[in-house]
């Protein structure tokens, strides 16, 4: 499929519990290379545009109000089918049903804390990013 780039964000259970370096570790020794990484506290407004395919649904206001909480870490990563092999490596939104070996199956014991965000479509993917970067932030052509 070629390479393709995606965009993480560890969210701020996973830096609150010093997963950061683990994570990062995790897709470099996959092959992934970081095009662009910056820890921040998101404001109420970027949680809102993140997460906006929500809006409405009963868990929205929980989910802003956790992912507000403290920083997180955003990334953009480069490699062979990005999109997919990173929500592979992440495993599925509730940590209770993701396998060992993924990210969540590892380290999330619930569907509300569960460590990590991933696009889930090319489209998604600059929507996303473009929350936390800049063109000039992102090494190479994008």
Known sequence: MGKEITFVMI???????????????????????????????LTREEAERLYEEHK???????????????????MLLEGDSAVEVVRRMIGPTDGREAPPGT????????????IIHASDSKEKVWKEASIFFTKDEIVGDY
């Not at 969210?11 to 820890?39: N, Q, T």
């Not at 990210?103 to 569960?114: H, P, Q, T, V």
Request: proline residues 3%; without cysteine; glycine residues 12%.
């Open 103 to 114: 990210i969540r199956g590892d380290f999330a014991l619930s569907k509300a804390e569960n």
């Open 11 to 41: 969210k701020p259970d996973g830096v609150r519990r010093g997963l950061v370096g683990e994570i990062i570790s995790r897709f470099e020794r996959k092959g992934f290379k970081i095009k662009a990484l910056k820890m921040k506290w």
């Open 56 to 74: 409405g649904k009963h868990f929205f206001e929980d989910l802003i109000k956790f992912v507000t909480s403290g920083p997180v870490v955003a």
